[in-house]
């Protein structure tokens, strides 16, 4: 028995051996890089600088002094610290929703809440560039996954009208972090109401930088309050972790029953929450911030463009260079890298096509961007 047992662990090793093998040869081998704190950084999705905000430290230290360091147990246990259910009201608030329940990371609170939202009967129809923790929510319930062509609405259309079950939930990002394009929510919602759908909106990207006050672009549209989930995080342009699910009365306490990733976690650290809750004050207050922010995005697309580079996605501060090889995607990636620059290299699984992703931040100065165009323009790629 025990010979046995040895046999299976060698064979499992054995078996994680070959697919390190595997993804090394297809390119795909992912390493944790060196840290280098002084690089120019269009990597990051500390959209509005806030994760070295002050304020946003101070309030995050405040908050951790009063509460402690961590937050001592699940919410459901002893961690409801009053700091949750008072940022909780000012998202509901903000976001035009009942209520909202606060997660741990926009990883937990994509996967739980769409794992406990569906099951093997439900139907979810779902953006192809969804983000993976959506996809994984998905494949933990076991829900038949149909998905539509990225931002194609009427593909979507003609799977809702073949569709005959009933229980159908329609799932897609407002701003595509690895697109750096929009949804038509106007046109998401008026076909979940059409057809009788839950809506399930992931605005991380959006959060901060869009929509009225920078509270998501689902602020600008009247969404149906019962059948709509909107979920947020705290950890791009809010410069801190976290994430907010905003919905109806009951879809939180149907979470709050049935939400494995928040009912079996230990609430987010007080530090977190205080300075979410700060830089979620603050983003009201950048308007001029985010313009100028905005227009550098405008002017490095249309540099990029200018110099034949197969620029995507529109109006939004990420911007991807598609990339015809992965060799070309690591020279551009490594060149900038060899002159301080930091940007993401994006590759398979995370995205279909190789690219290099760039954001835009309200850190980055017009000489950082003509330096970052400088050293893409060599014509060697
Ligand atoms: C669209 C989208 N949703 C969810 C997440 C996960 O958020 P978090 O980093 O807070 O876990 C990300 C992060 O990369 C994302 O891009």
Redesign the pocket.
């Known amino acids: 028995m025990m010979r046995i047992i040895q046999e299976d662990q060698a064979f499992m090793l054995e078996k994680y051996k070959k697919i390190l093998i595997k993804v090394k040869k297809e390119s795909n081998y992912r390493q944790l890089q060196k840290i280098q704190e002084n690089y120019l950084d269009f990597s990051s999705?500390d959209y509005l600088g806030l994760s070295k905000n002050k304020d946003v430290i101070e309030a995050g230290v405040e908050t951790a002094r009063e509460y402690g360091a961590g937050s001592t147990g699940s919410r459901l246990l002893s961690g409801n610290k009053s700091i949750f259910t008072e940022f909780e009201e000012i998202i509901a608030k903000d976001k035009k929703k009942e209520t909202a329940l606060i997660f741990n990371?926009?990883?937990?609170?994509?996967s739980g809440v769409l794992e406990c939202l569906t099951d093997r009967e439900t139907t979810v129809i779902f953006d192809k560039l969804?983000?993976?923790?959506?996809y994984q929510g998905i494949f933990a319930s076991g829900a038949k996954l149909i998905r539509f062509e990225h931002l194609d609405y009427n593909n979507l259309e003609s799977i809702l009208k073949n569709l005959n079950s009933q229980k159908v939930i329609i799932v897609s990002?407002t701003?595509?972090?690895?697109d750096g394009d929009i949804a038509d929510i106007k046109v998401l919602s008026d076909l979940s109401n059409k057809f009788n759908t839950l809506l399930y909106l992931?605005e991380?990207?959006a959060t901060g930088l869009y929509g009225e006050n920078g509270y998501g672009l689902s602020t600008n549209f009247q969404l149906n309050p019962k059948t709509t989930i909107i979920?947020g995080?705290?950890?791009?342009a809010l410069g801190s972790?976290?994430?907010y699910i905003a919905c109806s009365d009951l879809i939180k306490d149907y979470l709050l029953q049935k939400c494995r990733s928040f009912i079996y976690s230990t609430a987010l650290s007080p530090f977190c929450i205080g300075a979410a809750m700060k830089a979620w004050g603050i983003v009201k207050l950048l308007s001029k911030t985010k313009e100028n922010l905005f227009l550098n995005a405008k002017n490095l697309r249309k540099q990029l463009k200018s110099l034949n580079f197969d620029v995507i996605g529109n109006e939004t501060n990420i911007i991807p260079i598609l990339c015809e090889k992965q060799e070309i995607m690591k020279n551009i990636k490594n060149k900038c890298f060899q002159n301080g620059i930091k940007v993401s290299g994006i590759t398979k699984p995370t995205s279909p096509t190789p690219r290099i992703r760039i954001a835009i931040t309200a850190t980055h100065t017009a000489e950082d961007i003509e330096k970052l165009v400088e050293i893409i323009n060599e014509k060697q790629f």
């Open positions: 999705n990371s926009g990883f937990q609170a994509n969804n983000h993976a923790s959506m990002e701003v595509f972090g690895m992931d991380a990207h979920m995080t705290f950890s791009k972790s976290g994430a």
